[in-house]
């Protein structure tokens, strides 16, 4: 156990203090120059867009927490009599796609709301915005610390309501969209265990095909590798089977369960 354990800390320990210290000072002249030129980019980029008029996305953020958060003598950052006018206007605060937020959309929520009139929609499961600086773990803080409505607790931190219902699909793309991603998704890739309690359900009552039909039938999942002889076999004989799916024949849309579209190929490598 002991070696085991020496092992791992010569992995993660390959630096002394001494040696640590020595690259801080050798690093420093280089990172003054690259705090130097990011700075002159900043101040050179702000002018142009002064110059022709133009804010982008980060400069929206940024412009708000200025008018919103102020100094007080203390140095402290507070709220702004502008944004404790909004505070005061405003019932209730509605923020969709929160799984989306980013720390300063986060402080300017915090500074306009009461801290018991914000009602935030997001599924973690749907975040796409980490170049932009999301930081999902604000959802799931909340997620895991606020406890379902009907529980009737003290907790005064919060409650959630989980919307699983899905009007969109069939409960047969449903069951295999969770079938996949019970098995792929978790803490450790996607930030959630993808356990029942996070299936989709069917919301809608799609009327079901006439029997004999070639559609709206049970979902299947092909992973094919075309390296292997014995996979490329079983290409071909899928090939056949979409093949004869893409001849169904002229249907119209689809549309609140009565009628059917037909089906398409797409190929993306």
Known sequence: MKKDIEKI?????????????????????????????VNEFENNFSQKKKDKNIIDFHDIEHFALKILVVQNENKEYVPSQVATKIMEKYEEIAIDEYQDSNLVQEYILNVVSR??????????????YKFRQARPELFLEKYE?????????ENKTGKKIKLFKNFRSRENILKITNLI??????????????????YLNPGANYEEPPKGSNFAGKAELHIIDMAKRRSEVRGRKLEIKLRKIL????????????YYRRPRYSHNK
């Open 181 to 198: 991603f019970d098995q792929i998704m978790s803490k450790k890739l996607g930030d959630i265990n993808y356990t029942k309690e996070e």
């Open 145 to 153: 610390k606020y406890e379902l409505v009907e529980e009737n607790s």
């Open 247 to 258: 001849k169904i024949g002229d249907k119209n849309l689809e549309c609140r369960g009565r």
């Open 115 to 128: 801290q018991n009139n914000t009602f935030m929609v997001g599924d973690v499961k749907q975040s796409i």
């Open 9 to 37: 800390t010569k992995k993660i320990f390959i630096y002394d203090s001494e040696n640590a210290i020595k690259d801080i000072y050798e690093m420093y002249d280089s990172l003054k120059r690259i705090k130097k030129i």
